[in-house]
C-alpha cells in the first residue's frame, strides 16, 4: 500500500524564522508531488506541484524540493498568515504537519 | 475566473447514498479530470478517488472502490460523486478540486495536483 509521511507532526516556530517540512513516499513517485496549505474553515490552496514548480500567485518564500521518494517543502521567513496545516500529496495526502507560533 | 461551486450540505441516514455536484466555470471543462477529497472532523486529507476529462480514465482509492462513483456531465461541465452504504464514519466535509492533467505507471493512471478546489460540501450521517 502507498503511503505518504510527514514530519514533524508539530513546527512550533516564530515570525521571520525558516521552516522546513519534510515528506516521504512508500515508492518512488518521480517529481509528482504537490504540497498545500490549509487554514481553519478553508478548503486547501495548491502551493507547489511537481515537487519545486510554485503555484500560480504562491509567494516566493514557499520553495519546494527534492525527487523520488524524499521532499522537501521550505518557507524562508515565516509571515504571520503562513502558520496552519501543510500536506504534501501524490494521489493519497500525508497526515500534515501544523506549523504554528512558538 | 476559475470556479468550483459544490452542491450543499447533506444529512443522511445509516444505509443511504449521497450525491454531491460540483459545478466548473471559468475554464474548458473537457480538458480537465476532477479529484474528490474528504476531510472528517478535526481529522486530515483523504483522497478519494479521480476521473478524467473524458471520464474514459477514472482511479478509485482502494478503501472506497465498492461504493463510490464518480461522473462527469460536459453539458453542464458539472462532476458528480456519489458514496453509497453510508455509516457515521463517512461524517465528513468532501471536496472537488481541478486536476489539469495525469500521470502513468505500473499501477495503471493516476492524477496530478488539484490547482482550484470547490468550497466543500458537508455530509452527516446520522440515524
Known amino acids: 500500500e502507498f503511503v505518504l509521511t510527514q514530519s514533524p507532526d508539530i513546527l512550533s516556530l516564530s515570525p521571520g524564522e525558516r521552516a522546513t517540512l519534510s515528506c516521504r513516499a512508500s515508492q518512488s513517485v518521480r517529481s509528482h508531488l504537490a504540497w498545500y496549505q490549509q487554514k481553519p474553515g478553508q478548503a486547501p490552496r495548491l502551493l507547489i506541484y511537481d515537487a519545486v514548480k510554485r503555484a500560480t500567485g504562491i509567494p516566493a518564500r514557499f520553495s519546494g524540493s527534492g525527487s523520488g521518494t524524499d521532499f522537501t517543502l521550505t518557507i524562508s521567513s515565516l509571515e504571520p498568515e503562513d502558520f496552519a496545516v501543510y500536506f504534501c500529496q501524490a494521489g493519497a495526502f500525508g497526515p500534515g504537519t501544523k506549523v504554528d507560533i512558538k | 475566473q476559475v470556479q468550483l461551486v459544490q452542491s450543499g450540505g447533506e444529512v443522511k441516514e445509516p444505509g443511504a447514498s449521497v450525491k454531491v455536484s460540483c459545478r466548473t466555470s471559468?475554464?474548458?471543462?473537457?480538458?480537465?479530470?476532477v479529484s474528490w477529497v474528504r476531510q472528517a472532523p478535526g481529522q486530515g486529507l483523504e483522497w478519494m478517488g479521480w476521473?478524467?476529462?473524458?471520464?474514459?480514465?477514472?482511479k478509485y482509492a482502494q478503501k472506497f472502490q465498492d461504493r463510490v462513483t464518480m461522473t462527469t456531465d460536459t453539458a453542464t461541465a458539472t462532476a458528480h460523486m456519489e458514496l453509497r452504504s453510508l455509516t457515521s464514519d463517512d461524517t465528513a466535509l468532501y471536496f472537488c478540486?481541478?486536476?489539469?492533467?495525469?500521470?502513468?505507471?505500473?499501477?495503471?493512471?493516476?492524477?496530478?495536483?488539484?490547482?482550484?478546489w470547490g468550497q466543500g460540501t458537508t455530509v452527516t450521517v446520522s440515524s
Open positions: 478540486g481541478r486536476v489539469p492533467t495525469f500521470y502513468y505507471d505500473s499501477s495503471g493512471y493516476y492524477p496530478s495536483n488539484m490547482d482550484v
Open positions: 471559468g475554464y474548458t471543462f473537457s480538458k480537465y479530470g
Open positions: 476521473v478524467s476529462s473524458n471520464t474514459d480514465k477514472r
